[in-house]
């Protein structure tokens, strides 16, 4: 019988302007394909936490608590990207456990109070101060490690790849693939798997 699939980056309606699912709704849907667990990984908050481990609980389904954080390039305090497209990249953290989840929730603290232009973010100091009990996955094409393959610096990828492994450990860390039909994420996908063989992590 075939592993059974656990959706690991989902947007509910607590993404405003890109996730629409409500959070009974999506516990409905789970259970009917027969998921045993899902994630919830809204954009920079964790404002649906809540509501996700209880309608879960109720269904049966394990929750698992993410958010899809917004890393700066840089420091997390810098202000001198010209626009909200420069200013951060995505990266999706999963809580495997009670220390990660109480990581996530400074993270993302930290995030808003700190961190704020254009969107909350956090950096990578600050990832591996708080990193213990995570869970990370490279992330949507607006991953750090997928602009880099998508401008032509495979170098530069490596590296970042090789660098978050090494701030989360490499039981923890997994190249993340999607593909939706775009021709963006198929040209990342053939560099992640190469990758994720390479660097010894896994892929989701």
């Known amino acids: 019988m075939p592993d059974p699939f656990v959706h690991l980056h989902l947007h509910s309606e607590y993404s405003l302007l890109d996730g629409a699912v409500r959070i009974p709704a999506l516990m409905k849907k789970v259970k009917e394909y027969g998921m045993p667990a899902v994630a919830l990984t809204d954009h920079g908050n964790l ?79 600050l990832l591996s101060k708080y990193g213990q009990g995570l869970i990370g996955l490279s992330g949507c094409l607006k991953g750090e490690v997928n602009q880099a393959i998508l401008a032509d610096d495979e170098t530069r990828a490596w590296d970042l790849a090789a660098a978050y492994r090494d701030i989360l450990g490499k039981e923890n860390f997994f190249m993340e693939l999607h593909d939706h039909g775009i021709e963006q994420q198929i040209r990342c996908n053939k560099h992640l798997l190469k990758m994720a063989t390479d660097l010894g992590v896994g892929i989701v």
Request: hydrophobic fraction near 40%; aromatic fraction near 10%.
């Open 47 to 125: 404002f649906g936490a809540i509501e996700f481990y209880q309608e879960a609980e109720k269904v049966g389904v394990k929750p698992i608590i993410g958010v899809e954080a917004y890393v700066a390039p840089g420091s997390h305090k810098d202000r001198n990207a010209s626009s909200g497209r420069d200013a951060a990249y995505h990266l999706t953290l999963l809580a495997k456990d009670a220390a990660g989840y109480a990581n996530l929730v400074r993270l993302v603290s930290i995030a808003h109070l700190d961190g704020m232009y254009y969107k909350p973010r956090i950096d990578k100091e």
